[in-house]
């Protein structure tokens, strides 16, 4: 059975987009493996709860992600 999970910001989308990447996701693997795929392929689209994840020692914010970066840096 083909599984996605996808890890979004909490917040971050309305049910629309969630809908949007279940369908793409679901047909990207259509394409791939042919319509057999359609009816087993899981989409999990979960929400992070603010500052629940990190990269590089560094825990992540929402706010901190929606810094427009420096051009001086």
Do not use: C
């Amino acid at each position: 059975m083909p599984f996605a999970h996808f890890k979004v910001p909490a917040g971050t989308l309305d049910e629309k987009q969630k809908e949007k990447i279940v369908t793409r996701t679901t047909e990207l693997y259509v394409e791939i493996y042919g319509e057999r795929a359609r009816a087993n392929t899981m989409v999990l689209v979960d929400e992070v709860a603010d500052g629940g994840w990190g990269i590089g020692g560094s825990v992540l914010t929402l706010a901190l992600l929606q810094q427009t970066p420096d051009p001086e840096a």
